[in-house]
């Protein structure tokens, strides 16, 4: 007999908003997570605060999650693996591993929430020394200090006096292949600036840049308060090398608006690094036969007008496994995932009442 269960694959924010919005309308899932617990990468990576509002992003992200937990109509099941899967929209069969065990999942349709990873800067970027240099440090990095409020040279564990932000690194980039805008890299570059400067008041922060691009209502919440509030010097330019000089950092670069040369000592440099495809999401691509973009995300067949159907019937993408997104977006499209999920479990349970 067809299940009426939904499978999400995935559960960061987009399938655990999927999996509230399916369970309120008293559907059943089962949630298939990577890691050991939800969250995704605001968890994962250890995410100081949520952009832009600045909230605490373990007390934000749990406040989604503890509703799930217990929940009798979700099969949460963590440290698994989607290893196969078989049949049609309505009636899938899906090969779930947990701990070196295989069972299968019936389920009427799979949302995949499968996420991004962040961009490795020492693959092609060597210029900047992040696998040379202990200063050298990114994005996710530099969250994981804010969190536990100690940003410090990993050098030599002393806070430092002057920060540079280096912009766009793997994203906007035909060199390397990715040649798409990361989204939120100059919205979070400016968050974690005002966390700094917060932290740290007498220490200078730079932002380096080619042109900012503020998500939204980010230009008001994020990036003139990072300037008129916060004095974060944003400095338009193209960061072409980070050097060693005795104890510190040098970058050296263009300044595009004076139109000359900019050559400054740093004590730590913060690669914002853009979004990839995640390893998950390309192994979904194969296995589920989903058609993958020219950048490596999931395809949607609607886009604009539907941005969570597959040309596979029955499953559905939701969140950054579909291209770069931040944290609203990824929710949204997990709820409308989940409602497409819905509407499909509908047909079908009518269709089979009308066939008597």
């Not at 980010?218 to 974060?232: G, T």
Request: charged share 25%; hydrophobic share 40%; aromatic share 6%.
């Amino acid at each position: 007999m067809p299940s009426d269960r939904v499978l999400i694959i995935g559960g960061g924010p987009a399938g655990i908003e999927a999996a509230r919005n399916l369970a309120d309308l008293g559907i059943p899932v089962t949630i298939v997570e990577a890691r050991e617990r939800l969250g995704g990468m605001p968890i994962h990576a250890q995410y100081a605060a949520l952009t832009p509002d600045l909230e605490d992003a373990e007390t934000a992200m749990n406040r989604r999650i503890e509703p799930l937990l217990g929940h009798p109509l979700v099969d949460l099941r963590c440290n698994s693996a989607v290893t196969g899967s078989s049949g049609t929209a309505g009636d899938f069969r899906v090969r779930v591993a947990v701990g070196g065990k295989e069972d299968v999942v019936p389920a009427a349709a799979i949302i995949v929430a499968t996420g991004f990873q962040h961009f490795d800067p020492g693959r092609e970027t060597q210029m900047y020394g992040y696998y040379e240099f202990d200063d050298v440090i990114t994005l996710p990095d530099c969250e994981k200090m804010l969190k536990e409020h100690k940003v410090v040279r990993p050098s030599n564990g002393q806070p430092p006096e002057c920060v540079a932000f280096i912009q766009c690194v793997g994203s906007r980039d035909r060199q390397i292949g990715n040649e798409f805008c990361s989204k939120v890299c100059c919205g979070i570059a400016s968050k974690e600036a005002i966390e700094i400067r917060q932290q740290l008041p007498n220490c200078k922060v730079f932002i380096f840049y080619i042109d900012m691009r503020m998500y939204g209502y980010w230009e008001n919440e994020l990036y003139w308060p990072a300037q008129e509030k916060h004095k974060v010097n944003y400095v338009r330019g193209i960061v072409s090398e980070v050097l060693k000089k005795g104890d510190r950092l040098v970058i050296r670069g263009e300044d595009t608006t004076l139109g000359r040369p900019v050559e400054a000592p740093m004590d730590l440099v913060v690669l914002s690094v853009g979004m990839e495809p995640s390893k998950g999401t390309r192994e979904m691509a194969k296995l589920l036969g989903l058609p993958q973009n020219p950048y490596g995300y999931l395809d949607t067949v609607g886009v604009p007008l539907d941005t969570v159907s597959t040309a596979v019937e029955g499953v559905f993408a939701a969140g950054s496994c579909t291209g770069p997104a931040d944290l609203e977006d990824s929710i949204s499209a997990g709820a409308t995932a989940a409602m497409r999920a819905a509407v499909l479990l509908r047909k079908k349970r009518a269709g089979a009442e009308a066939r008597g």
